[in-house]
DNA sequence: CGTTGGCTTGAGAGGGCTCAAGGCCAGTGG
DNA sequence: CCACTGGCCTTGAGCCCTCTCAAGCCAACG
């Protein structure tokens, strides 16, 4: 299991093959069944995740009460909130598991002491926030250009089996639009 | 002006003073008037910037051929389009100067190089970008959950100044309304 | 086999858009 | 220094995309 986070690292950067245990040891496996809260909204978010099976989900409650998903992420993705995690106070997130989910946590001390001893993982990180914010600029991009139906139409045409392995009203949230709305699309785009 | 760059350095990582010089050898001083293009759409984007002093905006031409800005930056901020950037790709965005504005500019080579020099810059830059990301998370939770009225609220709220020290139909296209109805939020509130 | 959560359907409403026109101010050239 | 022009902001009418609300249906699960 553990192996995928030190293959990641290799894409980036190099890591000494003596060193593997010893960065692994930093880190805290844990599983989490299909709708378990890793982080709960409201309360400090100490650890950052790197999903190495499954996929979750990152949501705050808006003001009509309603679960609006803004992150989806799976197998070899980070998700924290990382303003909370790096300054050290509560969240206004939910992070939860989709599926059955496995992951390998680090808390803040842990990875800034990780950091410290293996500098190359720096870097790593820094590309890796890299791509995580030009996406994120990406995905306003497509709010700000598209209709719901294109967004839709976007998202199903890039990552069909993706579409598929979540539920529908999960999607319709990330997608910023209702359920009933997503499902008249669809009908729409049937026939 | 060049100093700027160094204090904001250090707020994140040590710097040695010998190595200050150095290292802005690494930057090309640029000024911009107000209007000009520092990056054109669908060109390589071969530059990232550091605002000394002014204001840039980044935007693209929308479907129906509008120009949507997704990203103000001022004093402080680096911009560029981080995606066509790292890979060296051309980009769907426009960068220009919404005021005259100076900037150090950095290509790709250099900026690898003086990582190479610098490692500590790494860690800096991962501040940075993990910065930029939090935000752009935070922006899309706005879009997200509030109406035009709110949105135009909440920035007037909190950035009072710089509501003022831009022209407001970028601002309605940063907050993806039309001027005109911005225009009729505006009134609304005043009365 | 009954209950519950998720998906679908449809009618009605409204927030925000389009289009078109008018007014105001700043910059430019004479 | 003044007139003119073009850009920006405002106003208003009409419309459409997407939401709300309410009901029905189906599959999964205890």
Not at 67 to 93: G, L, M, P, V
Not at 128 to 156: C, M, P, V, W
């Amino acid at each position: 299991m553990s192996e995928k986070l030190i293959e990641h690292f290799k894409k980036y950067v190099a890591i000494d093959t003596q060193h593997e245990t010893e960065i692994l040891n930093f880190f805290q496996p844990k599983t989490f069944s299909k709708k378990a809260n890793l982080i709960n909204e409201n309360t400090y978010c100490k650890l950052n995740f790197f999903i190495t099976e499954g996929c979750l989900r990152m949501f705050f409650v808006n003001q009509k009460g309603v679960e609006q998903t803004i992150q989806f992420a799976i197998e070899n993705w980070w998700i924290t909130d990382y303003f909370a995690f790096e300054s050290q106070t509560k969240t206004e997130f939910t992070i939860q598991a989709v599926e059955a989910t496995n992951v390998l946590a680090i808390d803040y001390q842990h990875q800034e002491e990780l950091l410290g001893k293996f500098p190359q993982l720096e870097r790593y990180f820094r590309l890796i926030n890299q791509r995580a914010y030009a996406a994120s600029l990406l995905r306003t991009k497509y709010l700000y250009d598209f209709s719901g139906e294109e967004i839709y139409q976007h998202f199903y045409e890039n990552y069909p089996e993706f579409a598929k392995r979540i539920p529908q009203h999960l999607l319709a949230s990330y997608l910023n639009m209702t359920p009933e709305y997503l499902s008249e699309i669809k009908k729409k785009l049937r026939s």
